[in-house]
């Protein structure tokens, strides 16, 4: 069971593909609406300079100790859905993977998975929490991440045995969304598929 979770774009077209391709492999997909409090059923895209900054509004705003407590209650709802196993992970994509971090270090997620999660390095106090398995994705010229915090993020978690972390050269932030302008084919392909192998080490 994977709880996917989103940009600042809201569930929207290229989440759902993510959710259909991990059905493809095998797993129970759920993607929880982040921002319901504000503006629920938020469908956005990236390449429009007007929902850019819809969701940048959004985020500024964003509530992240509720959202923890969202994507917990998602979770737990997964658990009990027809064919789970009863182990849940999370992913997330920039604001989703900021979520993953926070809420595998502060909840009993199973296991966790990060990519390119924006604001990391501005909450590594929790690194010390974060025990349950984690995955981390990070694009080396990412203009969201500069690469001191990438290097802040390493150092917080550098020998941690429960720590993976994968850094992906000349990619920039959003390597893996479908529909992004930085998309990178074999990168997200690698990243991808390093995921794929972590979730069902650590969900089976």
Known sequence: ????????????????????????????????????????????????????KKGLALYAEYDRDAGVRDIAATAAVAKRIDGSSGKVGVMGFCLGGLMSFLTTARTDIDVGVSYYGGGTDHVLDEAAALTAPFLIHLAEEDEFISKPAQ???????????????????????????????HYDRNAAATANERTRAFLIKHLS
């Not at 391709?21 to 609406?33: R, S, V, Y």
């Not at 150092?155 to 941690?160: E, H, S, V």
């Not at 429960?162 to 850094?167: I, T």
Request: a negative charge; one cysteine or more.
């Open 1 to 52: 069971m994977a709880v996917v979770i989103q940009e600042i774009f809201g569930v929207n077209a290229d989440i759902r593909e993510t959710c259909d391709e991990l059905a493809e492999q095998g797993f129970i997909a759920i993607a929880p609406d982040l921002f319901w409090r504000k503006e629920p059923g938020l469908d956005l895209n990236s390449w429009s300079d007007a929902d850019w």
């Open 151 to 181: 290097e802040k993020i390493k150092a917080a978690l550098r020998g941690k045995p429960n720590v993976e972390l994968y850094s992906y050269p000349g990619c920039n932030h959003a390597f893996a969304r479908h529909t992004g302008t």
